[in-house]
């Protein structure tokens, strides 16, 4: 399938201009989870400034968008991989986060890509979870069992490809997060007006994004609201695709989540 060329252009120009992750990629530890068919997932985990191992922790998931998938796992922390690697988040905010990588050739959802100029994307209302997202959700089961999540406690947030992933988790498993924090991504509105749970999303957007364009969250929003979901939309004027670089200055955008019951 072809990209188009002004996507291209974008993704590039985000990729020089973005700050990456610069810190101790050591205290982000790399793993492999193996689901219980067989499949393999790249992730990595980083645990508070102060673990204790017979203490139960929030979690915060953590899904990376498109340009960063492969097989390195590296390259999903290159947004966002600064925020949560933090002093001031690890000690003040102490919780276990997991990073997974999608592989390179297959995303966290499976919908219709735009293949031309001026084509648009579609969601689909109902379909399969992919097998990245499934082993996603399998992993997260496993530090449950293993009794290293507060279970009650769990928050979920992702960018671009993540954040339309986010959507689909918390569709899927209505009564597993506490809050959602799309940014830039897009959902079917028949899901979110079907939405029944009690999870709190904070969406994000900036209101140029030439890649996925902001209608989808402001759709998303007004579908949740008619849920009677708790909701709220924060949109950039003149921002374009990185809308989570204004995302992850907000001064709340981790204490929100904790805030949350």
Avoid at 70 to 95: C, K
Avoid at 201 to 219: L, P
Wanted: aromatic share 14%; net charge neutral.
């Amino acid at each position: 399938m072809k990209t188009p060329l002004k996507t291209l252009i974008v993704f590039f120009c985000l990729l020089l201009t973005a700050p990456a992750y610069s810190g101790d990629k050591l205290s982000f530890l790399k793993k492999q989870f193996t689901t219980n068919s067989g499949y393999k997932l790249n992730y990595r985990v980083l645990y508070p400034a102060d673990y204790e191992p017979d203490k139960q922790y929030p979690l915060i998931l953590f899904l990376h968008g498109a340009g960063e998938r492969g097989n390195d796992n590296e390259a999903q922390l290159f947004h966002g991989g600064n925020l949560f690697a933090s002093h001031e988040n690890r000690t003040n905010y102490p919780a276990i986060i997991i990073a997974p990588q999608c592989p390179a050739e297959i995303y966290w959802v499976d919908y219709v890509r735009p293949n031309a100029e001026g084509e648009k994307r579609y969601f689909y209302p109902s379909n399969a979870i992919t097998k990245p997202l499934a082993a996603v959700k399998e992993l997260v089961d496993s530090y449950i069992s293993k009794g290293l999540i507060d279970k009650s406690n769990m928050h979920i947030t992702g960018l671009s490809m993540g954040g339309i992933a986010t959507f689909d988790l918390v569709f899927r498993y209505p009564d597993m997060f506490v809050t959602a924090t799309p940014i830039c991504g897009g959902v079917n509105t028949q899901r979110a007006e079907r939405f029944k749970g009690k999870t709190v999303f904070r969406i994000f957007h900036g209101d140029e994004d030439s890649v996925v364009d902001a209608q989808f969250s402001r759709d998303a929003h007004a579908a949740l609201q008619k849920a009677g979901a708790k909701v709220s939309y924060k949109e950039y004027p003149g921002v374009n695709h990185n809308s989570w670089v204004n995302a992850f200055a907000e001064p709340d955008f981790v204490s929100w989540m904790f805030n949350q019951k």
